[in-house]
């Protein structure tokens, strides 16, 4: 059974960091795109970066471009969203997603296996 496990969410002061983490299991994930979006209260679930499960492409929304990096640990099946200076807009539930295909402008419904999602909370 493919499944994805977030961790690493909670709260943090404006200005603050946190690494988000994805466990992946189940399946090879070799040659699978993995993402990570976030959904905050009342709004759609936007997409935020995406990479190869290599780590040698990535991509990221220009909102988030330059504060967030995503990566991946190929030896540990784990994908990383590491998030720097952390805005108050910034929280949301985050969800970890795999595809089988690269898209150039991802969505969600591009992603057909997904975590449960982890909650972070910036505080002003």
């Known amino acids: 059974q493919v499944q994805l496990v977030e961790s690493g969410g909670g709260l943090v002061q404006a200005g603050g960091s946190l690494r988000l983490s994805c466990a992946a299991s189940?399946?090879?994930?070799?040659?699978?795109?993995m993402a990570w979006f976030r959904q905050a209260p009342g709004k759609e679930r936007d997409f935020l970066a995406q990479?190869?499960?290599?780590?040698?492409?990535?991509l990221y929304e220009e909102s988030v471009k330059g504060r967030f990096t995503i990566s991946t640990d190929v030896a540990k099946n784990t994908v990383y969203l590491q998030m720097e200076s952390l805005k108050p807009e910034d929280t949301a539930v985050y969800y970890c997603?795999?595809?089988?295909?690269?898209?150039?402008?991802?969505?969600?419904?591009?992603?057909?296996?997904w975590g449960q999602g982890t909650q972070v909370t910036v505080s002003s």
């Open positions: 990479t190869s499960w290599s780590g040698a492409y990535t």
């Open positions: 189940g399946r090879t994930f070799s040659g699978y795109v």
């Open positions: 997603a795999a595809s089988g295909t690269w898209y150039t402008r991802p969505n969600e419904s591009g992603f057909a296996v």
